[in-house]
């Protein structure tokens, strides 16, 4: 079946860094696109950052631009999410969605909490 599984989050102080990941199973990884999707602590889901199937086509939020960088590596059916600069706006539940295409999300990881605080 499909899995999502995220590791890497934690607590980290502002202006520091955390690599997310996102391990894929249970389909064709190299053929959906996949996205970082946050929920923050009593608010609704954000859309942090989308990859394309083929890692060229990359879009961010624009509170995440210039600090956020999403990468996948087909090899491994793996995403990542780096983070720098975090913010403690940045806290939140961080999940990574599929669709294929641009059609909507069908399948979700259960999230990997990351609370950015001093």
């Known amino acids: 079946q499909v899995q999502l599984v995220e590791s890497g989050g934690g607590l980290v102080q502002p202006g520091g860094s955390l690599r997310l990941s996102c391990t894929a199973s249970?389909?064709?990884?190299?053929?959906?696109?996949m996205s970082w999707v946050r929920q923050a602590p009593g608010k609704g889901l954000e859309w942090v950052s989308e990859?394309?199937?083929?890692?060229?086509?990359?879009d961010y939020t624009d509170s995440v631009k210039g600090r956020f960088t999403i990468s996948r590596d087909n090899t491994k059916n793996t995403l990542y999410l780096q983070m720098n600069n975090l913010k403690p706006e940045d806290t939140a539940l961080y999940y990574c969605?599929?669709?294929?295409?641009?059609?909507?999300?069908?399948?979700w990881g259960q999230g990997t909490q990351v609370t950015v605080s001093s």
């Open positions: 249970g389909f064709t990884f190299s053929s959906y696109h």
């Open positions: 969605a599929r669709r294929w295409s641009e059609l909507p999300y069908d399948s």
């Open positions: 990859i394309n199937s083929g890692g060229a086509g990359i």
